[in-house]
């Protein structure tokens, strides 16, 4: 069966809920977004449904699911560290509520999926995805192919330990990466250069409440040339050009695409990522270019990319 008419994605988060109809191209044709309930499995299963329904049409061929948290191959959602749910079943709940043949994925696989079929990835083969939000979630395309693993949970690059006395994080680790080189982050060095200094920038976008400083704070203050967000950005940058490092040397991409809120920053986060990664990249000089690019379906890049893995699922490719 080979799908012409729009597939609908869903995105879930801990925030929003964000539902799409989606044109085998591509393109979006409507959109519905809504809050996460705040840690409800079920009320927020049921919100999904309404989403979907809210952006359905009538020739609509099945639903895509992207959520944030660790989906095994039958589309169930075995543990998320920022959702409070265990063994949600998506794909069967959603599909079934819909009656539509359905999908379901980590939300950073189908954002990359995303950009490999209609964004930064386009003429990739082999490209690693890194999504920087509050977290850092992974997406990898090996041979063209969404890899999934034994299991569905390949990818979660943002809970590798890189500092075993660092920070304390979501997932009852400490010092993940997501925790030296995320939004997280970003906010925790914000707060504390406002505290330390009352009459800088930081302080002064935060109304002189240091705990109130954010990211995007951050982001605006080293826009407008200010020293100590600029260090700042740098710093965050350079933790995820080291790890994004680490993972060229074990997956050997043709392209890496940084997604999420705080890749919103642009150049002021992607310079120093290059820096570092050309520093601690294997062989450097001995290898080709890997280049670092900038996501460009931003928001939409998991229901895009949950809606054409549903695609692929009815193609019979790629799974
Ligand atoms: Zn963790």
Known sequence: VSASGPAIGVDVGGTKIAALLVAPDGQVLASDVRPTPADDQSATMHDMVD???AVASGDAV?????????????GIM????NLAWVDAPLAAFVGGALDLPAVADNDVNAAAWGEYRHGAGLGS???LMVSVGTGIGGGIVLDGRLYRGANGFAAEIGHTV????????????TGCWEQVASGTALTRAGKQAAAADAGSVLAGLAAGDADAVTGAMVTEAARSGDGASLAILAGVG?????????????LDPDLVVVGGGVSEAGELLLAP???????????DRRRPEVPIVQAVL???SAAIGAAALLFERLDGVSR
């Open 51 to 53: 989403a979907a329904r």
């Open 62 to 74: 099945g639903v895509g699911i992207a959520a944030a948290g660790m989906v095994d191959l039958e």
């Open 78 to 81: 075995r543990y998320s560290p």
């Open 125 to 127: 083969t082999h490209l």
């Open 162 to 173: 890189v500092e075993p006395d660092g920070p304390l994080c979501g997932c009852g680790n």
């Open 238 to 250: 350079e933790r995820l050009g080291v790890g994004i490092a680490g993972l060229v040397n074990v």
């Open 273 to 283: 990522v290059r820096e570092a990664f050309r520093r601690s990249v294997e062989g």
């Open 298 to 300: 931003g928001n939409d």
